[in-house]
């Protein structure tokens, strides 16, 4: 039996592994269309910026370990144009048709250009690939830019800032809406817009460009979308926000046809409704699922509770779950708060954290957080987010036994504390 793997990144080389491990006797074939596989894309600003010295450093395995040690076929610049259900088979490029038994569609995200005038000059660039990192890290090096723009506040933009900056450049940061990261937070806006202007970076908020006015540079981590061109040409069907409609177990609404990663949607296990989450932690997990069911051993992907995190300016900015007004928005009685601490003892430099929680007044369930801060940023929303996954009541929550030491935490981790406060909005 022959599995075909279409894209040969995160979500694809994970669904093959997995199906691999599952079933030494399947035929496995990945198709990509470029001439890169398994790296990780998320370390591409940090490349540019100067902290990762060669892209190589970036890449996990070649085409020959596959080969070698899982006995998995890759091809690269392999670029499947289309896939026939009813004749079981994919075709690369214009007339070469490859016969499959069951197939994985991991195509990604794709960026339109077009979304700005301008988008296509030749000073303008996107991070999202590795061709994308070597032509601006080259474009950097030989035309040694001043000043910079970057079109979009989500996360991958305040990466590029902080690339931007690192490398020296005057920068101009331009988000169509009046939020950074999409939470509709003022709160964290107002956090992350004071801080980035310290670093003297010029922040536009509500302020769509429609074309790329005049600079050195420009950086557009803006127009973003799933990549369902080849799926709906085949018959799949896309979901409530234009991703792929899967089933936990990756299935798509064709036989024996599956999907993963940023082309598809999934559930947000506080909402419960389905949402596009494009993340490469996503991505993996929905690979291993799609290998596993793919190979006859169905695995479920349960869903996300949307946590992210982003270095800005050595500041760090992590969020899960929901906002107050996203929470409205979903339909919850929602109420939050927000409170400053200390990430370790004072005695130890102890540096500001904030911290942002949201509950569910009806039932005191736990719906978000957020939390700003310089250091164990990580560690706070990681919690916050387990405590997610687990429908946790803000009550149980506040009584958490959490790590302390001087050097790392306080007696009362701020993260609690915040909760304490919650919990009496409660009531």
Not at 149 to 154: E, P, R, S, T
């Amino acid at each position: 039996m022959r599995l075909v793997v279409v894209g040969g990144v995160a979500a694809g080389l994970a669904a093959a592994s997995r199906a691999r491990r599952l079933d030494e006797s399947l035929e496995i074939l990945v198709l990509e269309k470029s001439p890169y596989i398994s790296y990780g894309a998320c370390g591409l600003p940090y490349h540019v910026e100067g902290r990762v010295r060669s892209l190589d450093q970036l890449r996990v395995y070649t085409k020959e370990y596959f080969a070698r040690e899982r006995r998995i076929e890759v091809r690269t610049e392999a670029e499947v144009t289309r896939v026939s259900a009813a004749r079981r088979e994919a075709t690369v490029g214009a007339s070469e048709r490859i016969p499959f038994d069951r197939l994985i569609l991991t195509t990604g995200a794709i960026r339109d250009r077009c979304c700005v005038l301008g988008g296509n000059d030749p000073n303008v660039f996107t991070i999202d690939t590795w061709g994308d990192a070597e032509r601006l890290q080259r474009f950097l090096s030989e035309q040694r830019p001043k000043r910079a723009m970057v079109l979009g506040a989500g996360y991958i933009g305040l990466a590029a800032v902080e690339m931007l900056r690192a490398r020296g450049l005057d920068v101009d940061l331009f988000e169509a809406s009046p939020e950074i990261l999409g939470r509709a937070c003022p709160w964290l806006t107002k956090l992350v817009a004071a801080h980035l202007e310290k670093f003297h970076v010029r922040v536009h908020l509500g302020q769509p460009v429609m074309r790329i006015p005049a600079c050195d540079v420009a950086i557009l981590t803006c127009g973003l979308r799933p990549n369902t061109d080849l799926a709906l040409d085949a018959g799949i069907e896309l979901g409530r926000t234009g991703a792929v409609a899967v089933s936990e177990r990756m299935e798509t609404n064709l036989t024996q046809v599956y999907a993963a990663g940023d082309c598809c949607e999934t559930r947000h296990l506080v909402s419960g409704r389905h949402v596009w989450f494009p993340l490469g932690t996503t991505a993996n997990k929905m690979g291993r699922a799609a290998g596993a069911t793919a190979a006859g051993f169905p695995e479920r992907f349960h869903g996300i509770v949307g946590t992210s995190i982003v270095r800005v300016c050595g500041l760090g900015v992590a969020t899960t779950g929901l906002s107050q007004p996203l929470a409205r928005q979903e339909g919850f009685d929602a109420v939050s708060t927000a409170v400053e601490g200390l990430d370790r003892a004072r005695y130890f430099r102890g540096r500001p954290v904030h911290v942002r929680l949201c509950a569910d007044k009806r039932s005191g369930r736990l719906l978000g957080g957020a939390v700003v801060g310089e250091y164990g940023v990580e560690g706070r929303i990681n919690v916050i987010a387990t405590a997610l996954s687990q429908r946790m009541l803000v009550e149980d929550f506040a009584n958490l036994d959490l790590a302390y030491a001087p050097p790392y935490a306080t007696v009362w981790d701020p993260v609690l504390v915040a909760a304490q406060q919650l919990a009496k909005l409660l009531h």
